[in-house]
């Protein structure tokens, strides 16, 4: 890309030391309290040096670092753009907020196997750090390989039957298209462009044919399987067996976030938005991902069970970032970006509450929870702020993300998008609402009554979701280092 | 043309000779023993015949020593390999083939 | 399994014949397998290795390795038969 | 002279040919013995002919007496094996 | 001793094989670490030739000091010294790996056991350094007698399936010299340089074409290529794990390399190409034992066979590397003769270690392997990925060769075969891996986990070639580049 | 057309010796059979070879006129082309190794499953399954 | 080389290999592999190939055939075809 | 089955001065042999004939003469030799009985089997014994058990032939002069 | 099979022949300079008067000649000859297998060096057939055991 770079050994420092930490997790894995020390030193160390990139990025620099070269003209390399490290700050915060939740949550829980839970957290990180940071479609599909693959144990992480038919379908969906899909289509990519580093316009611009285009670009769409895009949305779902940290961080932060990541990457640049618009692809990208906006709302509305409501939930709004790509304007794009944050904080706090419910109440089922805000009203009431930055509503952060889409759907004249935008949001709040309405409002429910034991568990878990949910509400009014780093990137692609 | 020539051409053709009855009886004969005759003997003869023949064509020299040693083989180990044939024979339990009047 | 096999062997059989069909006759001094590396053994073995039998020298000396390989086939057939067959007698 | 010598290793190739009637037909395995032995005789000799052909007759000693002796090997090892064959 | 190193490779396996039964005779215990003596100068000086190689270019060694035509001659280019290599190195690995095995398996016939395993290695070194027709056929016996040998002493039904594969392989030998006579006839030359010196002349002739014909049958019966792989599964399944581990990755390899040699170095590609369309025979048999290859393998209860079928699978991939007739194609096919050297390695070594501590090759032996054995399943779920084609791993990077050069030969039925059994392997991974994670499904997962929870992990001596080459395994995919820019593309004849 | 049958007589009959031995290995059942269809497989492809050395005129590769050092010219023509038969060689020697080896396999087998049928070979390993 | 040999030795080794792969007993197969050898060993000799000749007979006719005939010894007879 | 007797070849029969003895005389055997192969008289060569020679006469020297000791070999040698003729003639006879036999229309064919003792107690004179019989009209030699022979005769003349004893004879007369010591095998 | 053959004709016939198939033997061995013949197959007819006796004489009297280890050392020396002459061509400073270098050492002309140096590898070759042939037959001849009543045991 042409700006000016600087080479700088930290995004591999940030890549590495989850991976240090395992060492000292499995090298400690008989003082458990060691061991969680560990995760978060390394977390809080990782943090910062995500962190300490941020300035130089403000400077309109970007940071590379070249690893290894594995094929003449392709490396292992690193490049921190503004994008990037927006997608790896988000990451490598809310890891340190669920490292706590982690702890509160797997000791109240008293599961099984916690080493091997802590060491594989840690590579999913790294390797979420690694997408963030990759420089080339190359290095981004080797992380992205080694983020399914290391996230495997810790789905499957009750081993028994459910969670052994939910790896396997989480597994066969995110392999699958990525062998099945995205490798030819790197590989297509390599073959007629002859390199795969981004760039901010694109590398495929008059390389290939029209109908060339329009096949990578399906491949892409559907090749990565972790944007949950609605045919391959399946695993998703299933995926929810797994230890709720797991599903907060991995299902609403990293993994699937690594997808939309990975879109996007692709879009912006790969193709490039010129490319994209001068094909018509934008057009039909905007209204397939629509698609999945509406159903995965219809889905959750359905769903009794508070995980699943909350993943298809996720599949609705992954859809929203995607948009930005399809949405031809500077809003539309600032849009989907700041929204990759916004709904993360606003999902893992609701995730988070999905686990304190279970840790305190032992339920499950929405259709159970009636009276329980009135026993644990620190997280329903988070619950209710998480809920309300999802859905957009105004003071919260996810309000921002959709006013930008909003406003860029207005701008590339895309009436029908903000139709589904309205639509979306106003499902949100029908599937959202009741679970605060009954909790709060409602009746006791049986199990409820039965269990006079239900109270707010222990504060490692309540702390963070507390906290996550005040920063889904501060960020509303204080969203400064991730829009400026957004309008960086967004603004080097428009301005170019 | 000396005089071995004929002479080896004598040989040769007698060679010949016991070795097409010894062929004929080994086909005719009615019985195992009965072949091993034509063979073990008619066969013996012909190859000693036909060495001396080959021998008295290639003149005297060490290569008629070394026929000569295939002779001396061949009269040791013939008469033997017969032998052992008829032995096995006999020790597996064939009949030999008797005239009719003689098998009552 | 016979018919497949009698198949594969007319199968086989054609394709030979089809190459034999390009080959020089039988017995012909002027082929080019005489033409071109055997002049030289033929001619000069005497003179380089001192052995009348020209298939000798060959096998010994110009080919020499091969016949090591050759003795080397028979050695491991050796070792294979003992290490297939042998078995001590348990005590 | 070599027609002659030609002339008995035809002959001799019509006697290989009738003995082996007996070698493919021959009822049983003795008679296939007896003369498969006949037949060696046989080719030792026409082994001897074709070095007079060849006007190197001292090549060819060698490899008729090898083949007498191992044709006399082979024989015995059938009658032994013949012999011994009941009393497994 | 430089000039000398070609010779001393296949010299001192050799020489030592022929000290060994006399050692055996003499100590027995001497046996085992003799071998590792020949066999790591071996290596070392195959290292030392591929130096050389690197520094002086190809090496021309002439046996007996005759002259090519006339001599034998061991022509020593890149792809030669490095398949060098890589034999010597994996079966050192491998008589490493055979200490308890040995011991367990063939205790009284230890010498006579690594006598002929010394041989099998040399006639691989010999077949792959030779430049004689001829002599290739005597070390392809040397190694196939002394692999029937090794494979008959097997359990269960081995002898029987050595009987066919020693009647397939001899069909296979007499076909190949039935080759090297058609192309003697027509030319009068058995010297590989010498005969494509002179072949151009007469590729009109029908003998040529016949002498080609049976030169490619004969080879794909010794590497078993699809419709002639029938002996390969029985005989590496019942054959003993020290024995399977060094013939399955070396004979298929070394038979790939004699067939490339032979389109390539004897036959010039313009005419094994163009004028027959040998590589579109290739390409389907390929595509067909891919395929055929994965969907075998998924059917299997035996891991032993399974590998077997994998392998099958495996040996489409380089078929079709070299049918594809083009620089990506075959680059990819002489960098997947290495790695799945290694990952052949590596599945036949864990087999043998499962084998060794659970006693069985039953893929319910598994049960509960990871607890038991983590380190070598730890090895066998590296491998697992990289036949997947998960990206740091090598198994990738030679897909990513061979996709690329069947995008270029526009083989789009080899690329989908490829994905194919990608997604195939990665569904039959993750079944032995789910066995090997959970245990039976029946079984209450808890009830599990108080089971079987001590750690029973083979013995050191089994280990350390297992890590080596599930490191191997990694390092060749990251140093991939390396490889390729350094060796293999000097490989590549120039005049593809 | 009686020349060129003629005239490359052997190459045709090696063709079908070898189609015999062929045959044998693949659809004879019994082991030994196999074994002796192996041999003349291999066998005919020492023909095939030997054929090719042969010229019409040339005497055998050992030299005559051994002691009178150099006086005569050595042709080439005159002496037939000894390298196929030093390959042969190699290949007779290969083809009785293989065949020990054959047959100590084949005595292992027959230890193991009693009979020597290919199926009732198989019919035993299903039944033991 | 002397066409009428090579032609007559040619067919005799035809008849030895039809007779020793139709012969259902095992040992007679073996003895007429035994002559097989033998008339192979002639042919070789006939066509100037002295030394191959030597090996063959000394090979496929003795150790070969013996071996066999042990190999024979050791398991059965008896073949089905 | 009847009783086995396993002869073996003793050692022990050779001893001090015969074991040198007999070594030489079968080296010289040996080398007389070699040298007519051989047909190469340089040096090279006979050095070599002279060290194959040694080694195998060091090897199985005792092969040669098992049960008899050498002394009075050349006496039984020349006897051999003058038996020779006498053989040669019987062997023609042989052979022209069997082509008469062959070569007749209707085969007279008579076979029968004779079985007599024999005073002949070396193993060599049995071998000749048995080889002579094998050799001449119409017998052949079955099996020798305990010194009895079985011989299959091809009609009953032969059968007189052999009944008057004078092969046995000739063959007695040609061994008379060895050492009949037949050792026991130990 | 091995067992010993109870036949006086056979059993004194094969005795008296074995020295003489011997010194035949190492002849063919010796002259493959000269005729046809060499150290393949003058190895297999030393390994077949062994065969001779071990069919005539059996196992166990035969063995007093050559033992099982005398053949497994024999086996390996034979290659060791071999590959030793060629590896003495390489320590003076030549290729391997290359006879020629042995004129150094043996002070002859090197196309003599290379007539003996073919000799001393057909030494090997036949001293290793030899004993590889007896191996291959005793093995297969006992069912591995090399014991001569082996199936009195088992049947």
Redesign the interface.
């Known amino acids: 890309m042409d700006m000016e770079t600087i080479t700088s050994i930290k995004p591999l420092l940030a890549t590495v030391t989850p991976l240090l930490c395992i060492l000292l997790i499995i090298l400690s894995r008989r003082i458990p309290n060691l061991r969680e020390l560990w995760t978060i030193i390394a977390s809080l160390v990782t943090f910062s040096i995500v962190a300490s990139m941020v300035k130089t990025l403000y400077t309109g620099k970007v940071i590379a670092y070249k690893l290894v070269e594995v094929y003449p003209g392709i490396d292992v390399a690193f490049r921190v753009d503004a994008f990037g490290l927006f997608f790896a700050l988000l990451s490598s915060f809310l890891w340190i907020v669920v490292s706590f939740y982690s702890i509160g949550y797997m000791r109240s829980l008293n599961e099984h196997s916690q080493t091997r839970y802590y060491a594989f957290f840690a590579v999913a990180i790294s390797s979420a750090l690694g997408v963030a940071f990759s420089s080339n479609l190359f290095t981004l599909y080797l992380f992205y390989e080694i983020l399914t693959v290391c996230t495997y144990p810790l789905v499957t992480h009750n081993q028994d039957n459910e969670a052994r038919s939910s790896g396997r379908i989480y597994l066969g969906y995110l392999l699958g298209t990525s062998v099945a899909f995205f490798l030819p289509a790197i590989l297509f990519t390599y073959y007629f462009a002859g390199t795969l580093d981004f760039s901010l316009h694109g590398i495929l611009n008059g390389k290939a044919s029209n109908g060339m285009i329009t096949f990578l670009f399906l491949l892409f769409l559907f090749g990565i399987g972790k944007a949950a895009i609605m045919p391959f949305n399946g695993w998703l779902p299933r995926a929810m067996v797994a230890p709720t940290p797991v599903s907060a961080l991995l299902h609403a932060v990293a993994v699937v976030k690594a997808g939309v990541f990975c879109q996007l990457r692709v879009y912006f640049n790969i193709f490039g938005v010129e490319l994209l618009h001068n094909q018509n692809l934008d057009i039909f990208l905007i209204y397939f991902v629509s698609i999945t906006i509406l159903l995965g709302s219809l889905f959750a509305l359905k769903q009794d069970d508070i995980k699943a409501m909350l993943a298809y939930s996720t599949i609705s709004q992954l859809s929203y970032i995607i948009l930005a790509a399809g949405l031809y304007s500077y809003h539309g794009m600032l849009g989907g970006v700041v929204h990759i944050v916004m709904h993360g904080f606003g999902k893992i706090t609701l995730f988070m509450c999905a686990g304190s419910i279970l840790c305190g109440a032992h339920i499950k089922k929405i259709s159970r929870l009636g009276g329980i805000g009135r026993r644990m009203p620190i997280t329903m009431l988070a619950f209710f702020f998480g809920a309300l930055s999802v859905a957009g509503i105004p003071p919260f952060g996810g309000f921002m993300s959709k006013w930008f889409l909003a406003l860029g759907s207005i701008e590339a004249h895309q009436w029908p998008i903000l139709v589904v935008l309205l639509t979306s949001t106003l499902m949100n709040l029908g599937y959202f609402m009741p679970v605060v309405f009954i909790s709060f409002f409602g009746k006791d429910s049986e199990s409820v009554k039965r269990d006079p034991d239900i109270r707010e568990p222990s504060p490692f878990i309540v702390a963070p979701l507390a906290f996550t949910a005040l920063v889904s509400l501060a960020i509303f009014f204080y969203p400064y280092p991730f829009i400026r780093l957004a309008e960086i990137f967004v603004k080097s692609m428009m301005g170019g | 043309m000396n005089l071995t020539t004929p002479l080896s051409i004598l040989f040769m053709v007698g060679g010949l000779f016991f070795f097409t009855t010894a062929t004929i009886g080994l086909l005719r004969f009615p019985d195992f023993f009965a072949r091993l005759h034509a063979t073990g003997k008619g066969d013996t003869l012909a190859v000693l015949l036909s060495l001396i023949g080959i021998s008295l064509y290639e003149g005297f020299s060490l290569t008629s020593l070394k026929i000569a040693f295939i002779a001396v083989f061949m009269f040791w180990a013939q008469p033997t390999a017969t032998h052992a044939i008829s032995r096995a024979g006999l020790r597996r339990g064939i009949k030999p083939w008797m005239k009719k009047e003689n098998k009552i | 399994m016979r018919i497949l096999s009698l198949i594969i062997v007319i199968l086989t059989a054609a394709v030979l014949i089809y190459g034999t069909l390009d080959m020089p006759d039988c017995a012909n001094p002027d082929t080019p397998a005489s033409q071109h590396v055997s002049p030289r053994y033929v001619t000069r073995a005497m003179e380089e290795t001192a052995t009348h039998n020209i298939v000798t020298s060959v096998l010994g000396d110009y080919r020499g390795y091969d016949t090591l390989g050759e003795t080397t086939v028979i050695f491991s057939a050796g070792m294979a038969c003992i290490l297939i067959l042998r078995k001590r007698r348990r005590q | 002279m070599d027609g002659f010598f030609l002339s008995i290793g035809v002959g001799l190739c019509i006697l290989v040919f009738l003995a082996l009637y007996r070698v493919v037909f021959g009822p049983g395995i003795f008679n296939r013995v007896a003369a498969v032995s006949a037949i060696g005789n046989k080719t030792l000799i026409m082994l001897l002919i074709m070095g007079v052909i060849y006007k190197r007759i001292e090549m060819f000693i060698d490899i008729s007496l090898v083949y007498a002796l191992l044709n006399f090997i082979c024989t015995l090892a059938i009658s032994k094996y013949l012999e011994m064959e009941g009393d497994k | 001793m430089t000039d000398q190193a070609p010779i001393l490779v296949i010299l001192f396996p050799l020489m030592f094989a022929f000290v060994t039964p006399l050692l055996g005779w003499w100590k027995k215990d001497l046996c085992y670490p003799w071998v590792l003596c020949g066999l790591s100068l071996s290596t070392i000086f195959s290292i030392i030739t591929l130096k050389e190689v690197l520094n002086t270019g190809v090496i021309h060694y002439h046996l007996g000091g005759w002259d090519p035509p006339w001599g034998i001659e061991y022509v020593i280019d890149h792809l030669n010294s490095f398949i060098l290599v890589l034999v010597a190195s994996i079966s050192l690995l491998v008589a490493i790996y055979s200490k308890r095995l040995v011991k367990e398996e063939n205790p009284e016939k230890e010498a006579y056991f690594y006598t002929l395993f010394l041989l099998q290695v040399t006639g691989f070194l010999g077949i792959v350094a030779t430049g004689d027709l001829f002599n290739l056929y005597v070390f392809l016996e040397i190694a196939s007698l002394a692999g029937y040998a090794l494979i008959a002493i097997g359990e269960g039904q081995a002898p029987f399936a050595t009987f066919r594969y020693l009647v397939m392989g001899t069909i296979g030998a007499c076909f190949y010299l039935l080759g090297v006579g058609y192309l003697y006839m027509v030319t009068g030359s058995l010297n590989m340089a010498d005969l494509s010196q002179i072949l151009p002349n007469l590729y009109h002739s029908k003998v040529v074409m016949v002498a080609l014909i049976f030169f490619l049958v004969g080879v794909a019966i010794k590497m078993a290529l699809f419709p002639l792989h029938a002996w390969l599964p029985d005989a590496y399944t019942y054959a003993p794990s020290a024995t399977s581990a060094l013939v399955a990755p070396l004979m298929t390899k070394v038979s790939v390399y004699v067939m490339i040699r032979i389109i390539y170095t004897v036959f010039k590609p313009y005419y094994s190409i163009e004028i027959l369309p040998v590589n579109l025979i290739l390409g389907w048999l390929a595509v067909i034992a891919i395929l055929y290859g994965v969907i075998m393998a998924l059917r299997q209860v035996d891991i032993k066979r399974m590998f077997c079928y994998i392998l099958i699978a495996e040996i489409g991939y380089m078929v079709g590397g070299v049918g594809l007739a083009n620089r990506l194609g075959l680059t990819g096919a002489i960098l997947h003769i290495m790695n799945d050297a290694l990952m052949i390695t590596c599945l036949f070594l864990v087999a043998g270690a499962v084998v060794y501590k659970l006693g069985g090759h039953n893929i319910n032996q598994l049960r509960d392997a990871f607890k038991k054995m983590p380190f070598s399943m730890a090895a066998f779920a590296v491998v697992g990925l990289s036949l997947i084609g998960v990206p740091p791993t090598c198994g990738f990077f030679s897909k990513w060769y061979l996709i690329l050069g069947a995008i270029e030969a526009e083989n789009w039925i080899f690329i989908v075969a490829l994905l194919l059994s990608s997604a195939i392997n990665a569904i039959l991974f993750f079944k032995i891996v789910e066995i090997a994670y959970y245990g039976e499904a029946s079984h209450d997962h808890n009830e599990d986990s108080n089971g079987g929870n001590t750690i029973d992990e083979a013995p050191v001596s089994i280990l350390i070639p297992l890590g080596v080459v599930a490191l191997a395994i990694i390092l060749a995919g990251i140093f991939s580049g390396k490889i390729v820019s350094g060796i293999i593309q000097f490989a590549v004849p120039p005049n593809l | 057309m009686f020349d060129f049958i003629v005239g490359k007589y052997n190459y045709w009959i090696y063709i079908i010796l070898m189609m015999i031995g062929f045959y044998a290995m693949m659809s004879k059942r019994n082991l030994i059979k196999k074994i002796i269809g192996m041999n003349i497989f291999q066998t005919a492809i020492i023909i095939f070879f030997i054929s090719i050395a042969a010229k019409r005129g040339a005497t055998l590769p050992i030299l005559e006129h051994a002691h009178d050092g150099g006086e005569h010219a050595i042709e080439a023509i005159s002496y037939i082309n000894p390298l196929p038969h030093v390959l042969m060689l190699t290949a007779i020697v290969v083809m009785v190794a293989t065949l020990g080896v054959a047959l100590a396999i084949v005595l292992l087998i027959y230890k193991k499953h009693g009979t020597l049928e290919e199926d009732e070979i198989l019919k035993k390993i299903e039944f033991q399954e | 080389m002397i066409l009428l040999f090579d032609f007559a030795i040619l067919i005799f080794v035809l008849i030895c290999a039809v007779a020793a792969i139709t012969v259902k007993d095992l040992l007679s197969s073996v003895i007429i592999l035994g002559a097989y050898s033998f008339l192979l060993c002639l042919l070789w000799a006939e066509m100037g190939a002295v030394d191959v000749a030597f090996t063959e007979a000394s090979v496929g006719a003795g150790i070969g055939t013996i071996l066999l005939i042990v190999a024979v010894s050791k398991t059965t007879r008896r073949s089905k075809d | ?1 009847q009783k ?6 003793p ?1 022990s029969a050779q001893e001090g001065e015969h074991k040198l003895h007999n070594s030489i005389v ?1 080296f010289l ?2 080398f007389i ?2 040298v ?5 008289f340089d040096t090279y ?1 006979l050095t ?1 004939g002279v060290i ?2 040694l ?3 060091r ?3 005792d ?2 003469f ?1 049960n008899v000791r050498v002394g009075s070999h050349w006496l039984v040698f020349l006897r051999f030799c003058a038996y020779m003729p006498w053989l040669t003639y019987q ?2 006879k ?2 022209i009985h ?2 008469a ?3 007749h229309p209707n ?1 007279p ?3 029968q ?1 004779i079985r007599f003792k024999t005073k002949l107690k070396t ?2 004179s ?2 000749t014994f ?2 002579s019989i ?2 001449t ?2 017998t ?5 058990i305990e010194g009895e022979f ?1 011989v ?1 005769a ?1 009609d009953r003349k032969v059968m007189k032939d052999l009944g008057t004893g004078e092969m046995e004879d000739r063959v007695a007369h040609i061994f008379m002069g060895a050492d009949h010591t037949n050792i026991k095998d130990g | 099979m091995i067992r010993a053959y109870d036949d006086i004709i056979v059993k004194t016939i094969a005795r008296i022949l074995t020295p003489f198939i011997q010194i035949f033997a190492l002849y063919v061995i010796m002259h493959g300079h000269h005729s046809p013949g060499g150290g393949f197959q003058g190895g297999v007819i030393l390994g077949a008067s062994l065969i001779l006796l071990f069919i005539t004489h059996g196992l166990k009297e035969t063995k007093k000649r050559i033992t099982e280890k005398g053949i497994a050392v024999l086996s390996s020396l034979g290659v060791l000859i071999y590959s030793g002459i060629g590896l003495l061509c390489i320590i003076l400073l030549g290729n391997y297998l290359d006879y020629g270098k042995l004129s150094k050492l043996l002070h002859i002309v090197p196309a003599e060096a290379r007539s003996l140096g073919i000799l001393g590898i057909e030494i090997g070759v036949g001293i290793t057939v030899m004993a590889v042939m007896v191996s291959i037959f005793l093995n297969i001849s006992t069912g591995g055991t090399l014991l001569e009543d082996e199936e009195d045991n088992t049947r």
Request: proline share 5%.
């Open positions: 089955m086995r007797q396993t002869r073996t070849i050692r079968a055997l040996l042999f070699w007519i192969f051989s047909g190469h060569h070599l194959c020679s080694l195998v006469a090897f199985s020297y092969l040669f098992a062997i023609v042989a052979n069997v082509a036999l062959a070569l085969p064919i008579d076979p089997i193993d060599i049995l071998v048995a080889n094998t050799l009209p119409g052949i030699t079955m099996d020798i079985y299959h091809l």
